[in-house]
């Protein structure tokens, strides 16, 4: 069963209600945006002044990735636009199939991702080889100017923090999706598109190991080092052991030790780390969001959440923004909870009634109903 059906059910009709993902199909929405995109074909001197971005910056508004489509952005005259979803091709993909940015191919998570959910790949990065070969089959390297946009948030980011791990360069979100792209009155196509298969990736992957963190470590660190903090991107519920929030996970908890960064409603959603618009917010957003947090910026912040996916959003802004003490300890709850002897921690860790226990030990009953 794939890793997004499986999800909390309790989030199914605010889920429904966004239309993310490959399963969008807003009749509406189409009549407005083709409405819009009659408007606004000819860009190329309205996007003139644009203003540039960095090359570590990874949310951009539709309006730069156009100026960069048109020729105004230097340096990013080709770029690769990429939508991201869940599956493993583009012919499958409705929201694709239904009009995509012009010029997009195909990514699924599952070029980046163990999809199976066993217990040696544990929804995990894929190996570094696997993940190498297919960014060349995209025509993808080192030195490729990437623009990514989907219609899930954490789905999207994830394949962003993996290319960046891999060692991409120059990796972007397009913030707020194809919906944002619609609003600004740009055009979408139907044409199903494919990159040239490139042969070298140009260095060696991944470039940035530093930015993965292993069960193993995020074990040791948060028990033996003190400025590494595990940082749970769950929601409350998620968080004080009420729910694991999964419905394929029996047990709730979180890794003992760990702290929480808040991020989400649900297992399925970063809603504290969202404008009212749907883009993600800056810096500032998500300092307001963590100012009662038990950790700093100056601290060495390996986020996690139950498998990997919400946790690479704090992750994308950080980085964005030159912090380099972070990481993703990839695993998440669903691999903490394949070691019946990893010490975990039920409810809030500042309270008396915070228990203290091990996985073997956890009651059942649990999975989100």
Same mark, same amino acid.
């Given at each position: 069963?794939?890793?997004?059906?499986?999800?909390?059910?309790?989030?199914?009709? $605010?889920?429904?209600?966004?239309?993310?993902?490959?399963?969008?199909?807003?009749?509406?929405?189409?009549?407005?945006?083709?409405?819009?995109?009659? &408007?606004?074909?000819?860009?190329?001197?309205? #996007?003139?002044?644009?203003?540039? %971005?960095?090359?570590?910056?990874?949310?951009? #508004?539709?309006?730069?990735?156009?100026?960069?489509?048109?020729?105004?952005?230097?340096?990013? &005259?080709?770029?690769? %636009?990429?939508?991201?979803?869940?599956?493993?091709?583009?012919?499958?993909?409705?929201?694709?199939?239904?009009?995509?940015?012009?010029?997009?191919?195909?990514?699924?998570?599952? &070029?980046?991702?163990?999809?199976?959910?066993?217990?040696?790949?544990?929804?995990?990065?894929?190996?570094?080889?696997?993940?190498? @070969?297919?960014?060349?089959?995209?025509?993808?390297?080192?030195?490729?100017?990437?623009?990514?946009?989907?219609?899930?948030?954490?789905?999207?980011?994830?394949?962003?923090?993996?290319?960046?791990?891999?060692?991409?360069?120059?990796?972007?979100?397009?913030?707020?999706?194809?919906?944002? =792209?619609?609003?600004?009155?740009?055009?979408?196509?139907?044409?199903?598109?494919?990159?040239? &298969?490139?042969?070298?990736?140009?260095?060696?992957?991944?470039?940035? +190991?530093?930015? =993965?963190?292993?069960?193993?470590?995020?074990?040791?660190?948060?028990?033996?080092?003190?400025?590494? @903090?595990?940082?749970?991107?769950?929601?409350?519920?998620?968080?004080?052991?009420?729910?694991?929030?999964?419905?394929? $996970?029996?047990?709730?908890?979180?890794?003992?030790?760990?702290?929480?960064?808040?991020?989400?409603?649900?297992?399925?959603?970063?809603?504290?780390?969202?404008?009212?618009?749907?883009?993600? @917010?800056?810096?500032?957003?998500?300092?307001?969001? =963590? @100012?009662?947090?038990?950790?700093?910026?100056?601290?060495?912040?390996?986020?996690?959440?139950?498998?990997?996916?919400?946790?690479?959003? +704090?992750?994308?802004?950080?980085?964005?923004?030159?912090?380099?003490?972070?990481?993703?300890?990839?695993?998440?709850?669903?691999?903490?909870?394949?070691?019946?002897?990893?010490?975990?921690?039920?409810?809030?860790?500042?309270?008396?009634?915070?228990?203290?226990?091990?996985?073997?030990?956890?009651?059942?009953?649990?999975?989100?109903?």
């Amino acid at each position: 069963m794939k890793k997004r059906i499986m999800v909390v059910l309790l989030s199914t009709a $605010m889920v429904a209600s966004l239309a993310i993902g490959c399963g969008s199909n807003s009749k509406s929405d189409d009549t407005k945006s083709e409405t819009k995109t009659e &408007e606004k074909t000819d860009t190329k001197e309205e #996007t003139k002044d644009v203003e540039s %971005v960095e090359q570590r910056t990874v949310y951009v #508004t539709p309006e730069w990735l156009k100026s960069a489509q048109d020729g105004n952005q230097e340096g990013y &005259e080709d770029v690769v %636009v990429a939508e991201v979803a869940y599956g493993d091709n583009a012919k499958d993909c409705d929201s694709y199939q239904k009009g995509h940015i012009p010029g997009a191919i195909y990514v699924g998570d599952v &070029e980046v991702e163990d999809a199976t959910g066993s217990e040696e790949g544990a929804y995990n990065l894929l190996s570094a080889d696997e993940i190498e @070969k297919n960014l060349l089959s995209h025509g993808i390297t080192k030195d490729t100017k990437v623009v990514l946009y989907g219609g899930d948030i954490s789905g999207t980011a994830r394949v962003a923090y993996a290319y960046i791990w891999a060692g991409v360069e120059d990796v972007k979100i397009v913030n707020g999706g194809i919906d944002a =792209w619609k609003k600004a009155g740009y055009e979408t196509e139907k044409k199903t598109n494919e990159g040239t &298969e490139a042969k070298d990736f140009g260095t060696v992957v991944p470039a940035h +190991p530093e930015y =993965w963190t292993s069960i193993e470590d995020a074990k040791d660190k948060v028990a033996n080092d003190d400025n590494f @903090k595990l940082v749970s991107i769950r929601s409350e519920d998620e968080w004080l052991g009420k729910t694991s929030g999964y419905n394929y $996970m029996d047990k709730a908890g979180e890794p003992d030790g760990a702290v929480w960064g808040k991020g989400a409603k649900t297992a399925a959603d970063v809603a504290d780390f969202t404008n009212d618009d749907g883009t993600v @917010k800056d810096l500032d957003g998500f300092k307001e969001v =963590w @100012k009662d947090c038990d950790f700093t910026l100056d601290n060495h912040l390996a986020f996690y959440c139950g498998t990997g996916w919400r946790a690479t959003v +704090p992750f994308l802004v950080l980085y964005e923004n030159g912090y380099d003490n972070i990481s993703v300890y990839d695993g998440g709850w669903y691999e903490w909870l394949m070691h019946d002897d990893y010490p975990v921690q039920v409810g809030d860790p500042a309270s008396d009634e915070c228990v203290h226990t091990t996985v073997g030990e956890l009651p059942t009953g649990k999975a989100a109903k």
